[in-house]
């Protein structure tokens, strides 16, 4: 999860994807074990992303199979006004 994503007009990249930056990174899902070793961002790239994938699977394979339902809150009707003093999302 990166934090600095929730900024107004900040993109987000899905998993898998390849990032425009040198060497062709590749947005890469990662199991917790893996988040205590010395890995960085650069270690995920276009070269190796697909054997990556091949060996260890898919974590999202999954994901679709447990279907889930959102109920609208109570208020989804009410007005929404701008947080923030008029910067930041318009809810």
Not at 41 to 67: C, M, Q, Y
């Amino acid at each position: 999860m990166d934090i600095h994503r929730n900024d107004p007009g900040a993109t987000l990249v899905s998993a898998h994807s390849v990032r425009e930056r040198r060497g062709a990174p590749v947005s890469m899902p990662i199991e917790w074990a893996e988040v205590e070793r010395d890995i960085s961002p650069e270690d995920f790239h276009i070269r190796n992303a697909r054997e990556r994938v091949r060996t260890i699977g898919d974590p999202f394979a999954e994901f679709f199979r447990s279907p889930q339902k959102l109920e609208l809150p109570s208020d989804a009707n009410a007005p929404r006004s701008t947080h923030g003093g008029g910067k930041g999302w318009q809810g």
